[in-house]
């Protein structure tokens, strides 16, 4: 008994074809990228090529200026937005990519300087923002504790080796924030 029916096809037979399994191995190789770029949330093309960098070299100097840089400019961008929390957060990250920079920087002197400066200055930003937020007028209660994070914040800024002006701002900023933790209208009597 013959038969001229054609065999049934087979699930499997789709997958024969030479593109199907490349083409789903490159779709789950974006869809991962993807997901791992989501997870960063990076917010700039310039922000997703710098982690790129650091993570390509790790211990490289100019890599972590480049991302401190970057963090900087994010936290201004929230600061603008009027997010202060996300811009501490910036800031602090900054802050952490400019102390690796000081530390990849070697024996170099000029690249010593200048992560300094920048750590410095970004640690700076920071305790002030830290301050504008910590700080109510007279007949309300400050946030201590967040005045107390920025004055250590600003001490540790005096005792690093930094330039006259950045010392000079740190005095005064750490002066500012010694008179808000006075209690009361006492933050007003100069001393």
Same mark, same amino acid.
């Given at each position: 008994?013959?038969?001229?029916?054609?065999?049934? *096809?087979?699930?499997?037979? #789709?997958?024969?074809?030479?593109?199907?399994? *490349?083409?789903?191995?490159?779709?789950?190789?974006?869809?991962?990228?993807?997901?791992?770029?989501?997870?960063?949330?990076?917010?700039? %093309? %310039? $922000?997703? +090529?710098?982690?790129?960098? =650091?993570?390509?070299? *790790?211990?490289?100097?100019?890599?972590?200026?480049? !991302?401190?840089?970057?963090?900087?400019?994010?936290?201004?961008?929230?600061?603008?937005?009027?997010?202060?929390?996300?811009?501490?957060?910036?800031?602090? $990250?900054?802050?952490?990519?400019?102390?690796?920079?000081?530390?990849?920087? +070697?024996?170099?002197?000029? !690249?010593?300087? $200048?992560?300094? $400066?920048?750590?410095?200055?970004?640690?700076?930003?920071?305790?002030?923002?830290?301050? &504008?937020? #910590?700080?109510?007028?007279?007949?309300?209660?400050?946030?201590?504790?967040?005045?107390?994070?920025?004055?250590? =914040?600003?001490?540790?800024?005096?005792?690093?080796? =930094?330039? &006259?002006?950045?010392?000079?701002?740190?005095?005064?900023?750490?002066?500012?924030?010694?008179?808000?933790?006075? *209690? +009361?209208?006492?933050?007003?009597?100069?001393?």
């Amino acid at each position: 008994m013959e038969t001229d029916a054609a065999p049934r *096809p087979r699930w499997s037979d #789709g997958l024969r074809d030479p593109w199907i399994i *490349p083409g789903l191995v490159l779709l789950a190789a974006m869809t991962g990228l993807a997901l791992f770029l989501y997870a960063g949330q990076p917010q700039t %093309a %310039a $922000e997703v +090529g710098g982690r790129a960098w =650091v993570a390509l070299a *790790p211990d490289a100097y100019t890599p972590r200026i480049s !991302r401190a840089r970057e963090r900087v400019s994010a936290a201004l961008a929230a600061a603008s937005a009027g997010d202060t929390a996300a811009a501490l957060a910036r800031y602090a $990250e900054a802050e952490e990519q400019a102390l690796d920079a000081r530390r990849n920087a +070697g024996t170099d002197a000029a !690249r010593l300087a $200048e992560s300094t $400066e920048m750590w410095a200055g970004i640690a700076l930003d920071r305790a002030g923002m830290m301050l &504008a937020s #910590g700080a109510s007028p007279w007949y309300r209660a400050d946030d201590k504790q967040r005045l107390n994070d920025a004055l250590a =914040v600003a001490e540790r800024v005096r005792a690093a080796p =930094v330039s &006259a002006a950045t010392r000079g701002r740190a005095d005064g900023l750490t002066a500012r924030i010694r008179r808000q933790l006075r *209690p +009361g209208p006492l933050e007003w009597i100069p001393r």
